[in-house]
C-alpha cells in the first residue's frame, strides 16, 4: 500500500491501538496488497474510552467484556456479581488494553 | 485468550471461590459473619443477578437442595463448575492437552448465537426479578 494512505489510517485511527504497536501496524499495512484498503477502511473499531466508561458504571455486570467479545468473561463476571467487585475494580484499570488489543487482532485478521 | 492465560485465571476463580466458602462455613460456625459484601446492593438496595448464591450452595452442602433451589438456582451451576474445573485444569496439565480452552471457545460461540443469548438474557433478568421479589 502507498506510504500515504497508510499514514492516513494511522493518524485517523491511533487512538484504536496501543502506541508501541502502531509501528507494527504502519509495517503491516505497506507490506499488504492495495485490494485490502477498501476492506481496512470498512472496520469498525471499539473506542477505549467508551468502553471505559461502560465498565465503571455496568462492570459489575460485565457488560464491557460482552461489548469487545469476551463473551465467556462477560458470563463470569454477570454470574459472580463482578467477581465480588474485585474483578470488576480489576477490569477499569485493564479493559482500555484489552479493547487495543482485540482491536489489532481484527485489523491483523483482514491483513492475513 | 491463551491457554496459559485461561488457565491461570480459571484457578485463581476457583481457588478464591473455595476459600470464600471455606470462611464462610466457618464463619457461620462461630456465629460470625463478614455481613454483605454485594457492592451493587450496598449502594442500591436492590440485589444483584447472583445475590444469594453463597447461602444457596451452603444449603447444597448440607444437603437441603430444595432450599437451595428457592434462594438462587445459580447455586447448582456454581457448585458444577466447582467441582468440575479444577479436575479439568489438572487433567488437562497433566496430559499437556488443551480441551478446556477448545470448550470454552466453543461454548464462547454457541453462548453468542441470538437465540441462545436471547433465552439466557431472559433466565438471568428472570432469576433478577425473582431475587428482588423475594428480597434476598
Known amino acids: ?112 | 485468550m491463551t491457554r496459559n492465560k485461561l488457565y491461570t485465571l480459571l484457578t485463581v476463580l476457583s481457588l478464591s471461590g473455595y476459600a470464600w466458602l471455606v470462611f464462610q462455613l466457618y464463619a457461620e460456625q462461630q456465629n460470625s459473619g463478614i455481613g454483605q459484601v454485594c457492592i451493587f446492593k450496598s449502594v442500591t438496595n436492590l440485589p444483584c443477578p447472583s445475590c444469594g448464591s453463597t447461602r444457596s450452595i451452603l444449603e447444597i452442602v448440607q444437603g437441603n437442595l430444595l432450599a437451595a433451589l428457592y434462594i438462587n438456582p445459580l447455586g447448582f451451576l456454581f457448585v458444577s463448575v466447582l467441582l468440575i474445573l479444577p479436575l479439568w485444569i489438572i487433567a488437562d496439565l497433566l496430559q499437556k492437552s488443551d480441551s478446556l480452552l477448545k470448550f470454552y471457545h466453543h461454548t464462547e460461540k454457541w453462548i453468542s448465537k441470538k437465540p441462545v443469548a436471547l433465552v439466557l438474557i431472559v433466565l438471568v433478568l428472570l432469576n433478577w426479578g425473582w431475587n428482588i421479589y423475594k428480597d434476598l
Not at chain 1, 97 to 103: I, L, P, S, V
Open chain 1, 1 to 112: 500500500m502507498e506510504a500515504q494512505k497508510v499514514d492516513m489510517f494511522i493518524m485517523s485511527n491511533n487512538k484504536f491501538f496501543e502506541s508501541h504497536h502502531i509501528p507494527q501496524i504502519r509495517e503491516l499495512l505497506l507490506k499488504a496488497d492495495d485490494s485490502k484498503w477498501a476492506l481496512v477502511q470498512t472496520l469498525q473499531f471499539q473506542d477505549p474510552t467508551t468502553i471505559l466508561i461502560v465498565s465503571l458504571l455496568a462492570g459489575g455486570f460485565g457488560v464491557d467484556r460482552f461489548m469487545i467479545g469476551d463473551t465467556g468473561l462477560g458470563v463470569g463476571k454477570l454470574l459472580t456479581c463482578g467477581g465480588f467487585g474485585v474483578w470488576a475494580i480489576v477490569d477499569w484499570f485493564i479493559i482500555m488494553g484489552a479493547t487495543k488489543d482485540k482491536n489489532i487482532n481484527k485489523l491483523q485478521q483482514v491483513l492475513y
